[in-house]
């Protein structure tokens, strides 16, 4: 089975630093998806970035970025330039890809890591 | 609006009742989910279904019926309420033909609470 680990319960961070985010997995699979999702106080679950395990380059969506290291299973989160509305929780989640039959898998979330932003 | 979207968002009732929620999404996708998530913020996929076809049924208690009348409802019919079922319950829809990148939209949850 799939697991997903996020060693890091709670993270602070001044606003307009950067901070990284772990997350590690653990897969037998070759064709599988990676996501963070973020949680505000407001419930909503957001996507906040995705990777393709097949891709080499590291995704990014302004000021998030990923560094996926295939080989060691890891896949962290960095948040440039903190703002007080990144602070939520944020999940890492892996979802199976469809040649390994996962076309309707749920996804494989981690424990989550409350991010606190200091003004 | 194009979204995910579930009733009620709060739910309180007493122990050993009967009670629904339901998902409906407008997106076009054609699979649906339903994930639990506990006091201590831990996601975890209850069932999925696909084409109203139940695909994923996890160790989830008999009590938890799934029922997905179409494509784009998937309804949550939970009888003999215990303590433990407190928790907020998510709904969430995806396509399942592109890849398993494409992401999963999320309803706001239904907060369950029992009395």
């Known amino acids: 089975a799939q697991t997903v680990t996020q060693s890091q319960p709670e993270m602070s961070v001044q606003e307009a630093e950067t901070v990284t985010l772990s997350c590690t997995y653990d897969?037998?699979?070759?064709?599988?998806?990676l996501f963070w999702y973020k949680q505000p106080p407001s419930r909503q679950m957001i996507l906040v970035i995705r990777?393709?395990?097949?891709?080499?380059q590291n995704a990014t969506e302004n000021r998030f970025s990923v560094n996926f290291q295939k080989a060691a299973k890891s896949f962290s989160l960095k948040i440039s330039d903190s703002q007080l509305g990144d602070a939520a929780m944020y999940f890492c989640?892996?979802?199976?890809?469809?040649?390994?039959?996962?076309?309707?898998?749920?996804?494989?979330f981690g424990k989550g890591t409350h991010l606190i932003i200091q003004p | 609006d194009t979204a995910v979207s579930q009733t009620p968002k709060y739910l309180v009732t007493q122990m050993g009742n009967d009670k629904s929620i339901k998902c409906e999404q407008n997106?076009?996708?054609?699979?649906m989910y339903w994930y639990k998530q506990d006091s201590k913020k831990f996601l975890k996929i209850m069932f999925s279904?696909?084409?109203?076809?139940?695909?994923i049924n996890e160790t989830v208690p008999n009590r938890f019926s799934p029922k997905s009348p179409d494509k784009a409802h998937l309804n949550l019919h939970i009888n003999s309420l215990e303590l433990g079922d407190s928790a907020v319950y998510f709904c969430?829809?995806?396509?399942?033909?592109?890849?398993?990148?494409?992401?999963?939209?999320f309803g706001d949850g239904t907060r369950l609470s029992i009395l």
């Open positions: 279904y696909n084409n109203k076809e139940l695909i």
């Open positions: 990777q393709e395990a097949y891709k080499q």
């Open positions: 969430a829809s995806s396509i399942s033909d592109r890849g398993g990148n494409q992401p999963q939209h």
């Open positions: 997106l076009g996708h054609d699979t």
């Open positions: 897969t037998s699979e070759s064709d599988y998806y």
């Open positions: 989640a892996y979802r199976i890809g469809v040649t390994s039959g996962g076309g309707a898998d749920g996804l494989t």
